[in-house]
């Protein structure tokens, strides 16, 4: 009993950090310095994918696990980005500009409540609609990538469009393949999938954030055209 208590411990403990630092991220940009919190929302994800690695690892996933995993991706990857972007650029419509922002938390809430009500079992190989952490990171890498003391143009006019975009993306009913595991049968398996992660990191090695942020946009729109392709597939069948 002993044993599978400390099991269980170890991902919850990378999980309540991803949730610390989602935390922290919002004061942070509350203080103004909104690329610390760009990159505790990062930081954030990087614990996220550790929890259940580590739950794996250790043979320790739960339904708790599960549902403290979600609560903690709303802090970090809903509340968090949302109002970094709304301390970056849409505060200035007021209103307008809290509800844009709010789109963000609202739809990933959504999105959480859909996958967990869908999930069976604890292995997933894919994701119907855009991940809560995807659609954070793209709004994440953004700012890092193009944020000085505002967005200048083109990029301040991209910002509503992409809040709107990624908020849809999260609820539809675009289907995205999860990472593969980093085998050797992964790789057969889902080698297209080791060709993009590949080209990734050469584009953040080249670009740093900005190759961040194209990377998200790339794997955003290799799965609407699959998507698409998929539909039209269906039709002429």
Known sequence: MRLRITRSVIP??????????????IITASNGNYNYAAWLIIVAAIFDALDGLVARLTNSSSELGVELDSLSDIVSFGAAPSFLIYST??????????????????????????????????????????????????????VLAF???GFAKPYSDAVIPLVVILSYLMVSNIRYESIPKFSLK??????????????????VFLMYTEGLFYSFILMILIGIFRYIYNSIRKRAA
């Open 186 to 203: 992964g790789i057969k398996d889902k080698p297209f999938h080791f060709i993009f992660l590949l080209v990734a990191v050469i584009l």
């Open 89 to 142: 650029y849409l505060n200035q419509f007021d209103n307008v500009g809290i509800i844009l922002s709010s789109l963000l938390l609202i739809a990933g809430g959504f999105r959480l409540a859909r996958f967990n009500v869908q999930l069976v079992g604890f292995e997933k190989s894919f994701f119907l609609g855009l991940p809560i952490p995807t659609a954070a990171l793209t709004i994440t890498s953004f």
């Open 147 to 149: 944020y000085n003391d």
């Open 12 to 25: 919850n403990l990378f999980t309540a950090t991803n949730m610390f630092c989602g935390f922290l991220s």
